[in-house]
């Protein structure tokens, strides 16, 4: 299974401002995953990143709020910009590679809080 | 809309006990259900189901899928604190998609 590291492994931010996170995989995936995970509440998924293209937003997810990059084909970045209290969440990458289709591993993931 | 439904929500268990949880689902083009463990932040990977009623085993959990009645249950046998933990099922569905709908999760306690 693919290793994945997340930066930073956690954060307290001011509102207005924004905070990138950097996700590092050890081998070459096609599709990384961001997904975020609010006090209490279970994973969601904002959005799929693929290298060379934009990425692919979920329902109630903007490129505004949280764009992404993915410059090659082990990295990407998610932004969380103009941040409020109401983003104050673990946000986690993934990428698919395991024994298996389908088989999804996660990063450390990011804990961010948002005064 | 998917949904995936884990009960129960939260339990507490003895060291030694047998816990069985419950995870059902409504979704679009079912392809998977996935098991995972989340103890702090990042959740691991314990089984992915796609067939109906083949048990995957590992040591002493068990999970199994029932694809008429849209449920999956993970079973956890001999507790030990260590399992303590969030447990979080998850499916995959969508044709071409990558949609992973996770449930709330279960938290379980196992104390000594």
């Known amino acids: 299974s693919a290793v994945i590291s997340q930066k930073p492994s956690r954060d307290i931010c001011q509102r207005g401002t924004s905070l990138t996170i950097q996700c590092q995989v050890d081998?070459?995936?096609?599709?990384m995953f961001w997904y975020r995970q609010q006090p209490g509440q279970s994973l969601t998924l904002i959005a799929t990143a693929n290298q060379g293209s934009e990425a692919t937003y979920e329902s109630g997810f903007v490129i505004d709020k949280f764009p992404i990059s993915r410059p090659n084909l082990t990295f990407s970045t998610l932004t969380v910009s103009n941040m409020s209290p109401e983003d104050s969440s673990i946000y986690l990458c993934s990428v698919e590679g395991g024994r298996a289709p389908n088989e999804q591993f996660f990063g450390p993931g990011t804990r961010l809080t948002v005064l | 809309e998917d949904k995936v439904v884990q009960s129960p929500l939260s339990l507490v268990v003895h060291e030694g006990d047998t816990v069985t949880l419950n995870c059902s689902y409504e979704v679009t083009n079912f392809r998977s259900l996935l098991w995972y463990k989340q103890e702090k932040k990042a959740p691991t990977f314990l089984f992915m189901l796609t067939s109906s009623g083949i048990e995957k085993k590992s040591g002493r959990l068990s999970s199994i899928l029932d694809k008429k009645e849209l449920f999956s249950i993970l079973n956890i046998t001999a507790t030990q604190t260590g399992d303590s933990a969030v447990y979080l099922c998850?499916?995959?569905?969508?044709?071409?998609?990558?949609?992973?709908?996770f449930g709330k999760g279960t938290k379980l306690s196992v104390i000594p």
């Open positions: 081998s070459q995936v096609t599709m």
């Open positions: 998850a499916v995959y569905s969508g044709a071409g998609s990558y949609q992973l709908t």
